[in-house]
């Protein structure tokens, strides 16, 4: 039989591997990272030395029990790290790998997707000068680089990773000129029966936000970006407070809206999607125990939909217990009930962060027509819905086809949510009408001479 | 107030053994465990300019996902900076090649 397949070494797809080892599996683990851990834990290059508490914080103790649990495994996987899954079909993965620029097949059978997910982005005009990071960047260059991404920085957007990078970079040192959420107080209030449901989290969340105004960093509730200033380098923010204007001169802004799954592979696996309202993206159907609406595929983590770090160690888990069940391994089926039962008692919680942080709802009526929102190939807003205008379009598809957003390098990674936003407000549309962007393999820029060779191949 | 040249700031780790390497055909130093975008954004203030509208791009999501932090090197290879660590000898240019 053919070993299972997992994509992604963060926190769903480590534990995942570790559940099929403990059954006596071999699995194979492509990661496109070069150590394991996904984005949340990721690990540090191995000649840094900052200690677990300092890069992980709170989260330590988890960050440090993965990675044990990943390297107490390594002899038992066969792990290919730097190794980007660029394509999938059925019983067939295409994996590059990018030290020796190869590509090369793994034939699968059973297959467990953990690709996790990135910043969502809505765009705000001056968002591609240099400077301006996501805000999952911002703590990806602190983590894994031990670099600030400026030396007056102001955060900006909103949900929960806003006020914890900023605690993050404060306490390591960086000057954090002001934390800019576009939630209002009042959001995060009418969260509150949700957010004690778990206490401990948003007690970690509380202390974030009190230890910020604690060390004097002003936080600004309920704020629009406007704009960001700079000529060839961000030098200032504008935004709206309270109906007027404010400027904040900074070097360096982080900003971004939580986060959107990276759900590429599953749509080319031909997996079902649905709308999720919470989320207002579409997400692939999976069943509680994980399984995708194709045979043989396992999805698990936030590349699945956004519910945080704890949940996808524990749907890696499941999904590799009903990938085990599935080829006839006898499994230990309270364990399976227990870890259902903790994800569906989490999801109280993530209904609570989505109303604490919500989308700003008015993000496409306030956009200008000249902010960019493909930042690949600079097609703007007003490109968009002049194209609306022209030509009827009234899926996002067809807006793409036309305007050519979602088709550069970044494949509506960064542009997505926005073109899919500005869409429905032109059209008078509901989202999940418009519908979602739909990717190609490559899903990532591969190197031509690869696609050339692998053409000479046929 | 002051705004350095360059966009990244060391904050830990800093007592790393060097790494020489060029930057459009000057000789600069980096760190051992840079990324080439860490290496390249801590002493200069953009990567590349953009193919569609020219203006300077430095990276934006830093986990190899927005694909705008791609830069050339003198042998004509694109690497993605923010996945790719720096190496002894690597000749990277942020110009476009004139003509």
Redesign the interface.
């Known amino acids: 039989m053919r070993p299972p397949v997992i994509i992604g070494a963060g926190p769903a797809g480590v534990r995942a591997a570790q559940t099929l080892v403990e059954h006596g599996l071999r699995p194979i683990v492509v990661d496109?990272?070069?150590r394991a851990g996904g984005?949340i834990y990721r690990r540090?290059?191995?000649?840094?030395?900052?200690p677990p508490e300092?890069l992980y914080g709170t989260e330590a103790g988890r960050a440090t029990a993965l990675h044990a649990a990943f390297d107490d495994i390594s002899d038992r996987i066969d792990y290919r790290p730097e190794s980007l899954v660029w394509n999938v079909q059925t019983g067939w993965l295409d994996v590059l790998h990018?030290p020796s620029a190869t590509t090369r097949g793994v034939p699968w059978s059973r297959l467990i997707v953990a690709t996790g997910a990135?910043?969502r982005i809505l765009p705000v005009p001056g968002w591609?000068?240099?400077?301006?990071?996501?805000l999952?960047?911002?703590q990806?260059?602190?983590k894994?680089?031990?670099?600030?991404?400026?030396?007056?920085v102001i955060f900006m957007g909103s949900g929960p990773l806003l006020y914890l990078v900023a605690y993050q970079y404060a306490k390591?040192?960086?000057n954090v000129v002001a934390v800019l959420d576009t939630a209002r107080l009042a959001d995060q209030i009418a969260a509150l029966p949700g957010l004690v449901t778990r206490p401990s989290t948003f007690g970690k969340g509380l202390y974030y936000v009190s230890w910020l105004r604690a060390h004097g960093v002003p936080i600004r509730r309920g704020i629009r970006p406007l704009r960001l200033l700079g000529d060839?380098?961000v030098?200032a923010v504008v935004f709206e407070d309270d109906g007027s204007e404010s400027t904040l001169?900074c070097?360096?802004v982080g900003f971004g809206y939580a986060l959107r799954p990276?759900t590429q592979l599953a749509e080319l696996l031909g997996c079902r999607f649905e709308y999720s309202h919470g989320e207002r993206a579409h997400l692939p159907v999976r069943d509680e125990a994980g399984r995708g609406s194709v045979e043989g595929v396992y999805l698990a983590g936030d590349g699945t939909g956004i519910m945080g770090a704890d949940a996808a160690e524990w749907a890696g888990e499941r999904a590799a217990l009903a990938l085990l069940a599935d080829e006839g391994t006898v499994v230990d089926s309270a364990r399976a009930r227990k870890l259902e039962s903790r994800l569906r008692g989490l999801k109280p919680f993530r209904r609570a962060l989505e109303r604490a942080f919500p989308l700003p709802e008015d993000w496409a009526a306030l956009a200008p027509d000249h902010v960019i929102v493909c930042?690949?190939?600079?097609i703007t807003a007003g490109d968009l819905r002049e194209i609306v205008r022209a030509t009827g379009a009234d899926e996002v598809n067809r807006l793409k086809a036309l305007s050519r957003v979602g088709m550069?390098?970044?494949q509506g990674?960064?542009c997505g949510v926005a073109a899919t936003h500005l869409l429905a407000h032109s059209t008078g549309l509901p989202i999940e009408i418009v519908g979602r962007m739909r990717v190609q393999g490559p899903i990532?820029?591969i190197?031509m001479a690869m696609v050339r060779k692998q053409e000479g191949a046929l | 107030?002051m705004?350095?040249a360059f966009?990244?700031?060391?904050?830990?780790?800093?007592d790393?053994?060097p790494v020489d390497f060029t930057l459009d055909g000057r000789p600069l130093s980096a760190l051992?465990?840079?990324?080439v975008l860490?290496a390249v954004l801590?002493q200069h203030?953009?990567l590349r300019r953009?193919e569609?509208?020219g203006?300077?791009?430095?990276?934006?999501?830093?986990?190899?996902?927005?694909?705008?932090c791609?830069i050339r090197t003198s042998q004509g290879?694109r690497v993605?900076a923010?996945?790719?660590?720096i190496a002894p000898g690597m000749a990277l240019l942020t110009k476009e090649r004139t003509l």
């Open positions: 496109e990272a070069a984005q540090q290059p191995a000649n840094f030395h900052r300092q990018a990135t910043d591609t000068l240099p400077g301006v990071y996501s999952g960047g911002s990806v260059a602190l894994f680089q031990g670099c600030a991404i400026g030396s007056r390591a040192g960086a060839n380098r030098d001169s070097d360096a990276e930042r690949c190939e600079n550069g390098r970044c990674r960064m990532k820029p190197p | 107030m705004t350095s966009l990244l700031h060391r904050l830990a780790d800093t790393r053994e051992v465990g840079d990324t860490t801590c203030d953009h953009n569609f509208s203006q300077p791009r430095a990276g934006f999501c830093l986990m190899g996902a927005c694909q705008d791609w290879e993605r923010c996945s790719t660590f």
